[in-house]
Nanobody, 126 residues
């Protein structure tokens, strides 16, 4: 049974930092692209950052988070992290991690992801 479990969401002041974790079980992490998506109230889900399988070695950041967010994967504990620095109120959303095995598109679209976590709330507010 495949499971993706997010954690690390919290209430933080503007300019603060958070590290989100996506604990993955039931699949071989090395063969999957893992993406972080977010969805704010009244808005569509958007892809924030992606890390491809180590075989391809690619990463992707949406423009609004470049230079502030860093994605990484730790094979020893099957976990993917999203380090978020210099947080802004517009980063407020539910953050989801998702896994994709095969995709011709880079980054994979949300409808192409194979497995999803349940989400973790990030709120940036003073």
């Amino acid at each position: 049974q495949v499971q993706l479990v997010e954690s690390g969401g919290d209430l933080v002041q503007p300019g603060g930092s958070l590290r989100l974790q996506c604990a993955v079980s039931g699949l071989a992490l090395d063969y999957y692209t893992i993406g972080w998506f977010r969805q704010a109230p009244g808005k569509e889900r958007e892809g924030v950052s992606f890390t491809s399988s180590p075989l391809h070695g690619r990463t992707y950041y949406t423009d609004s988070v470049k230079g502030r967010f860093t994605i990484s994967r730790e094979k020893s504990n099957n976990t993917v992290y999203l380090q978020m620095n210099s947080l802004k109120p517009e980063d407020t959303a539910v953050y989801y991690c998702a896994a994709n095995r095969y995709s011709q598109a880079w980054p994979p679209p949300s409808w192409g992801m194979d497995y999803w976590g349940q989400g973790t709330q990030v709120t940036v507010s003073s």
